[in-house]
């Protein structure tokens, strides 16, 4: 392993950390829910209880307006997709699929659940990251 | 009251993916090469994240209603089972494919880019063929 220190950008990376703990501490105090994003996406297609369907709408439309939000203040950060069409197909059938199976995703087994103290989420998360460290292993050291 | 704090929490969330490098996917790549050229800033992420994660979770800990007056909707901690491990292990899969994880794909649509669309796309199908599932075994 070799530490790529020019992309490492500590301070960015623990302030926007605290800025995503931030958030899910709010919806858990005010709203008493948990920032689960593959959670609150998957209640939009499920027959819910009445009012349990416009707060995920609201807080999906905020996620997707943030850029537009941070773009008024500074210009945005690089975002780059190296995946292929055929790749990114595959890879949003398994993230959808695989997170609500597993019932959850980085941000509701890794931020809160962790938060929690939950042995589940602890599982899950090891689990998502170790496929995710395979994967990645497998395209960039092995197979190409 | 609360649909209007949901939105701003989501659009703070959005904020805090889009600082900390995590609405990059080749960032989030190189976080997940270990073997390559390792990029240890999603690491921090976490910590940063957990670290105000934790205080609130103790701060919320045997409340019955939210400060809005919404009641506490926490998952109950179940059990660990072959479901949670095989769920976990193909978001994994998915994730280091791409680089891409439900939160950033979302951010991805707001910065108008053609391949998070048809991400989020593919994401969206993957959740209705799981309840799909879900309804079949019901």
Partial sequence: MIIDWPSFAPVNALLGGILIGLSAALLLLLNGRIAGISGIIGGLFQATKPGDFSWRVAFVLGLILSPLLYQLFTPLPESRIDADWGVLVLAGLFVGLGSR???GCTSGHG???LSRLSPRSLVATMTF??????VVYLARHLLI | MHIASAFFIGLLFGLGLIVSGMSNPAKVLGFLD???????SLAMVMAGAIAVGLIAFRAAGGKVTSLLGNPMQLPAIGKIDKRLVSGSALFGVGWGLAGICPGPALTLLGTGATKGFVFVAAMLAGIVLFEIFQRRRA
């Avoid at chain 1, 990251?129 to 395979?134: A, Q």
């Avoid at chain 2, 270990?34 to 240890?40: V, Y």
């Fill in chain 1, 129 to 134: 990251m170790g496929t995710g460290f395979l």
């Fill in chain 1, 101 to 103: 199976i597993g019932s």
């Fill in chain 2, 34 to 40: 270990l073997g390559g050229n390792w990029d240890p």
């Fill in chain 1, 111 to 113: 931020v809160c659940g």
